[in-house]
């Protein structure tokens, strides 16, 4: 079945330590999306890709980094200079710019600080 | 100005009543516009998507939209209490954007 996932479902953060979010897709999608989500609030942008080997920053990118390096995997890193990194991170993908197709989520990773 | 304006409610209406979810954009390049059910601790799931000036219906809910006014909205008939959710609003130019939601409460 076409989809796209996230993992893990949870993850826990010491202070201090880079954890990787990885999102996947095999819907052949050009684009890709990471959002972030505090509770109660919408969801806020960090980084996009249109296509691959190529990604810009969103509305909230520092303390976060991204690559695309194949087309269907676009993982997320919170870095130590993320302050306030308790969040819920939903992945979106959907075909490129120009085409009228609808954006499908993963499943979310909920991060804690511990 | 934000990129996407929705009233954030609660939207409360009676179990069978017809819910109306607004939204403004002020991209006026945007060529997509979708709208998004979330439950509570879950991902968004996509309800609707409309790409043209006018009214699309399916099933219980009908997204009309209007470029010239920049404003998307979603009605939903028949509401039921299983509809009880945050509605997300999206719009996508070069990004996608979302608005941050309405709560929408219906009350049996």
């Known amino acids: 079945d076409g989809g796209i996932t996230q993992s893990p479902k949870y993850l826990f953060r010491k202070e201090g330590q880079n954890v990787t979010l990885s999102c996947e897709q095999n819907l052949n999608h050009d684009a890709m999306y990471w959002y972030r989500q505090d509770p109660g609030q919408g969801l806020r942008l960090i980084y996009y890709s249109q296509i691959v080997n190529d990604f810009q920053k969103g509305d909230i990118a520092e303390g976060y980094s991204v690559s695309r390096e194949k087309k269907e995997s676009f993982p997320l890193t919170v870095t130590s200079a993320q302050k306030n990194p308790t969040a819920f991170y939903l992945c979106?993908?959907?075909?490129?710019?120009?085409?009228?197709?609808?954006?499908?989520f993963g499943q979310g990773t909920r991060l804690t600080v511990v | 100005q934000k990129e996407v304006e929705q009233n954030s409610g609660p939207l409360s209406v009676p179990e069978g009543a017809i819910a109306s979810l607004n939204c403004t954009y002020s991209d006026r390049v945007s060529q997509s516009f979708f709208w998004y059910r979330q439950y509570s601790g879950k991902s968004p799931e996509l309800i609707m998507s409309i790409y043209s000036n006018g009214d699309k219906e399916d099933g219980r809910f009908t997204a009309q939209l209007n470029k010239a006014s920049q404003y998307v909205s979603l009605l939903i008939r028949d509401s039921q209490p299983s509809d009880s959710a945050t509605y997300l609003c999206?719009?996508?130019?070069?990004?996608?954007?979302f608005g941050a939601g309405t709560i929408l409460r219906v009350k049996s």
């Open positions: 999206a719009v996508r130019g070069y990004k996608l954007v």
């Open positions: 979106a993908s959907l075909q490129g710019l120009g085409m009228n197709t609808e954006a499908f």
